[in-house]
């Protein structure tokens, strides 16, 4: 980065990275799980990780959504010398730093499966969800206001991966087509990047 530029990562593909891993992390936990009879019961523990499920999806989806709200509000402008990071750089980046909370919350997934069969797995597959939606109301928020909101990848590290955490101090904001991810963080359909 030169002249004073900083590496900006998309809040919404942030976000997002960590759905898919977890969602199907825990579809596999779940499935094995089914397969252990367990304290509770199959019916049970599906019944309680169907619960947990819905709960999981609902409390990650709606989660600091103010923060989201504050920093968009007072986000700046991008610099012409900001660098912009691809969709693939910025998942990959929070897949690696979260590389060993995933192995562990999948172990923890199919441990529960002793005492609740599919519990666990469905939780996990829970918090993926409840990524995808939050990545999705980001995605509606930036077409609201006609722009891409950006993090500086730098206060991504300091804060775990987390785009929302304390160590953030704001956002950036580019036009509606910049970058390589349409809003929500999903990948764009148009050839065309800006």
């Not at 599906?46 to 619960?51: C, H, N, R």
């Not at 969709?87 to 060993?100: I, L, P, T």
């Not at 969800?129 to 928020?141: Q, T």
Request: aromatic share 8%; glycine share 16%.
């Amino acid at each position: 980065m030169t002249h004073g530029g900083q590496g900006l990562a998309r809040v919404a593909v942030v976000v997002r990275a960590g759905a898919a891993p977890l969602w199907w992390l825990g579809v596999v936990a779940a499935g094995a799980g089914v397969l252990v009879p367990g304290l509770t019961g199959r019916r049970i523990g599906v019944l309680a990780g169907a619960a947990l499920f819905l709960v999981a999806a609902a409390v990650v989806a709606c989660g600091r959504r103010g923060r989201y709200r504050a920093l968009a509000r007072s986000a700046a402008r991008a610099g012409r010398h900001d660098v912009l990071q691809d969709r693939a750089v910025s998942a990959r980046n929070w897949r690696r730093g979260h590389r060993w909370w995933l192995l562990l919350a999948f172990l923890a997934a199919l441990g529960t499966a002793f005492a609740a069969p599919a519990a666990g797995g469905l939780l996990l597959a829970g918090c993926g969800a409840g990524l995808w939606l939050k990545a999705a109301w980001i995605g509606r928020l930036e077409q609201a206001d006609e722009v891409l909101l950006w993090v500086r990848v730098d206060w991504l590290r300091a804060g775990a991966g987390r785009p929302a955490g304390k160590a953030v101090k704001g956002y950036r904001t580019t036009g509606i087509a910049a970058g390589d991810a349409a809003p929500g963080g999903s990948r764009r359909r148009s050839a065309a990047l800006v």
